[in-house]
T-cell receptor, first 113, second 112 residues
Framework: GDSVTQMEGPVTLSEEAFLTINCTYTATGYPSLFWYVQYPGEGLQLLLKATKADDKGSNKGFEATYRKETTSFHLEKGSVQVSDSAVYFCALSEGGGFQKLVFGTGTRLLVSP | GAGVSQSPSNKVTEKGKDVELRCDPISGHTALYWYRQRLGQGLEFLIYFQGNSAPDKSGLPSDRFSAERTGESVSTLTIQRTQQEDSAVYLC??????????FGPGTRLTVL
């Protein structure tokens, strides 16, 4: 079945450092890929998405590129802020329409001033 | 504009008891999903409803779990004869667009 693998956390960075959170996936077809974020005390929310190979999703300074050849969707940000501290979840959905999301286990990011 | 709401926010129950968890989706959202998140694990899909289509129940872990949805509004997830392994945060989400799901704050269920 479909699955998503993320790097283990926590990831601890200083403010203004470069961030990469790795995500790879296994899918039978051509999934859409997503990053969701959960800030402390808040619900999960969509951060960015990409629906086909080579698409780049971006939002709030975060980017991720859909790499079909490596089945990856790594999350990057050039300069993190303390306010980026959260848990980040990589996810996929297959088949179009309102299909379920398959999530990775989440990666906690801690940014210190 | 209200978001997805869930109740109760916390539920402590004894092993063997039944529990009902409620989800109020965003008005107009045709799709509604239930997930659960056990400690230290990712979100695990349980069930989803889309309009008048038959629900996708493929993620329900056992026949002790069931869910209903009234039209395109409230949904209730019922767990019968709860077990300690049912302890988790149960999350509801609703959607009007592929992949963009709006999540509620969750119900933390503890089975003693």
């Amino acid at each position: 079945g479909d699955s998503v693998t993320q790097m283990e956390g926590p990831v601890t960075l200083s403010e203004e450092a470069f961030l990469t959170i790795n995500c790879t996936y296994t899918a039978t077809g051509y999934p859409s890929l997503f990053w969701y974020v959960q800030y402390p005390g808040e619900g999960l929310q969509l951060l960015l998405k990409a629906t086909k190979a080579d698409d780049k999703g971006s939002n709030k300074g975060f980017e991720a590129t859909y790499r079909k050849e490596t089945t990856s969707f790594h999350l990057e940000k050039g300069s993190v802020q303390v306010s980026d501290s959260a848990v980040y979840f990589c996810a996929l959905s297959e088949g179009g329409g309102f299909q379920k999301l398959v999530f990775g286990t989440g990666t906690r990011l801690l940014v210190s001033p | 504009g209200a978001g997805v709401s869930q109740s109760p926010s916390n539920k402590v129950t004894e092993k063997g008891k039944d529990v009902e968890l409620r989800c109020d989706p965003i008005s107009g959202h045709t799709a509604l999903y239930w997930y659960r998140q056990r400690l230290g694990q990712g979100l695990e899909f349980l069930i989803y409803f889309q309009g008048n289509s038959a629900p996708d129940k493929s993620g329900l872990p056992s026949d002790r779990f069931s869910a209903e949805r009234t039209g395109e509004s409230v949904s209730t997830l019922t767990i019968q004869r709860t077990q300690q392994e049912d302890s988790a945060v149960y999350l509801c989400a609703s959607s009007l667009e592929q992949g963009k799901q709006f999540f509620g704050p969750g119900t933390r269920l503890t089975v003693l």
